[in-house]
């Protein structure tokens, strides 16, 4: 069975003071994990797909990592506005004809001016 | 503006009712999703649907119902055999072909059961 771990559960953080979220996952063959933030009320507003260990994606002050068994999302001086919650999902290849994603529980972050 | 919609945003149900929530989607997406989402857990799948006039269960279809009779919609009926069905309901798309993976989320239906 597919599963996903986000750590910490809540982070909080100064404005500027930089961090990292944690994904821990096992599954059957990667096929791509996927990063989405979420704000209180909304939908998941997609970030990035990771597809391989070693590959690494940037948006603004957020960098995505991922080796075999975890991903990394470091942010970088973050604002007041990075505040949000942050999901991670991963594809599985193997038996996943219909491309479902398996999710975290989330991380919740929030920055304080 | 392509996206997707959801309505009502938010929905209040008496028990032993049934109720639908309404998905349309104009990115031309063959594949159509539903989630739950609950305080402090992770997004869990109910059902799924890659073509017109199909869909499967996912991790816990019971006490739901979908249709897929046009590309562009997908409703979900939240039936009274749903024993705890307050929580966020989410829809989202994703496009056909290789390579392509990413699901692309609608802004939510909160359904409270009172």
């Known amino acids: 069975e597919d599963q996903v771990t986000q750590s910490p559960e809540a982070l909080r953080l100064q404005e500027g003071e930089s961090s990292s979220l944690n994904c821990s996952y096992t599954v059957s063959g990667l096929r791509g994990l996927f990063w989405y933030r979420q704000d209180p009320g909304k939908g998941p507003e997609f970030l990035f797909t990771?597809?391989?260990a070693g590959e690494e994606k940037e948006k603004e002050r957020l960098k995505a990592t991922l080796t075999k068994k975890e991903s990394f999302l470091h942010i970088t001086a973050p604002k007041p506005e990075d505040s949000a919650t942050y999901l991670c999902?991963?594809?599985?290849?193997?038996?996943?004809?219909?491309?479902?994603?398996?999710f975290g529980g989330g991380t919740r972050l929030m920055v304080k001016p | 503006d392509g996206g997707i919609t959801q309505s009502p945003k938010y929905l209040f149900r008496k028990e032993g009712q049934n109720v639908t929530l309404s998905c349309e989607q104009n990115l031309n997406h063959d594949a159509m999703y539903w989630y739950r989402q609950d305080p402090g857990q992770g997004l869990r799948l109910i059902y799924y649907s890659q073509i017109v006039n199909d869909f499967q269960k996912g991790d816990i279809a019971e006490g739901y119902s979908v249709s897929r009779e046009k590309k562009e919609s997908f409703p979900l009926t939240v039936t009274s055999a749903q024993k705890n069905p307050t929580a966020f309901y989410l829809c989202?798309?994703?496009?056909?072909?290789?390579?392509?993976?990413?699901?692309?989320f609608g802004p939510g239906t909160r359904l409270t059961v009172l």
């Open positions: 990771l597809y391989s």
């Open positions: 999902a991963v594809q599985a290849q193997v038996d996943n004809a219909g491309n479902m994603l398996t």
């Open positions: 989202a798309s994703r496009a056909a072909g290789r390579g392509i993976n990413e699901q692309f």
